[in-house]
T-cell receptor, first 108, second 111 residues
Framework: RKEVEQDPGPFNVPEGATVAFNCTYSNSASQSFFWYRQDCRKEPKLLMSVYSSGNEDGRFTAQLNRASQYISLLIRDSKLSDSATYLCVGGNDYKLSFGAGTTVTVRA | NAGVTQTPKFQVLKTGQSMTLQCAQDMNHNSMYWYRQDPGMGLRLIYYSASEGTTDKGEVPNGYNVSRLNKREFSLRLESAAPSQTSVYFC??????????FGPGTRLTVT
């Protein structure tokens, strides 16, 4: 079983819509979580860390549910430039486990 | 600042050939990593180096070797390439836990 699992999507949403998706993790010892963004045929880039109490960064909100072992990402007021694959990442010590990604396509 | 640079960008090898992927960072980070990315698999850690002079195996080290040449440079060597090593390879460096900066990747095909 993969340590981090994501719905691959794609999530196709109109501009201005809200889109949300989750990822689940199997290692209850995982301490830290992150969302990375990867554009087509480009390198991943850190989008935001995920804190236990939940956190926002502009139009992006991340939540962590340790009891059910999932994290979520919500994007409000979607822009065309939000079209990308979002990678869920969790881990501890020096080991980060990357999910395979959820693809979001925002259409005009 | 160039960030993390990787060479080459593309490479085609025949089975059994060897090659070295180069990675350099100019951000003065201690930690560096090598990943491979395959469709539907997510990024998988091959090797990492927590600091200059140390290297450790990751999730999928078989068939690879690494050298942390100095603080800036971390190379990945394939001694005898196999078709299963066809992948996109990313190097990354990190100033702190979880925050990784990736290079543009090397697309490797082994025939």
């Amino acid at each position: 079983r993969k340590e981090v699992e994501q719905d691959p999507g794609p999530f196709n949403v109109p501009e201005g819509a809200t889109v949300a998706f989750n990822c689940t993790y199997s290692n209850s010892a995982s301490q830290s979580f992150f969302w990375y963004r990867q554009d087509c045929r480009k390198e991943p880039k850190l989008l935001m860390s995920v804190y236990s109490s939940g956190n926002e960064d502009g139009r992006f909100t991340a939540q962590l549910n340790r009891a059910s072992q999932y994290i979520s990402l919500l994007i409000r007021d979607s822009k065309l430039s939000d079209s990308a694959t979002y990678l869920c990442v969790g881990g501890n010590d020096y080991k980060l486990s990357f999910g395979a990604g959820t693809t979001v396509t925002v259409r005009a | 600042n160039a960030g993390v640079t990787q060479t080459p960008k593309f490479q085609v090898l025949k089975t059994g050939q060897s090659m070295t992927l180069q990675c350099a960072q100019d951000m003065n980070h201690n930690s560096m990593y090598w990943y491979r990315q395959d469709p539907g698999m997510g990024l998988r850690l091959i090797y990492y180096s927590a600091s200059e002079g140390t290297t450790d195996k990751g999730e999928v080290p078989n068939g690879y070797n690494v050298s942390r040449l100095n603080k800036r440079e971390f190379s990945l060597r394939l001694e005898s390439a196999a078709p299963s090593q066809t992948s996109v390879y990313f190097c990354a460096s990190s100033p702190r836990w979880g925050e990784q900066y990736f290079g543009p990747g090397t697309r490797l095909t082994v025939t």
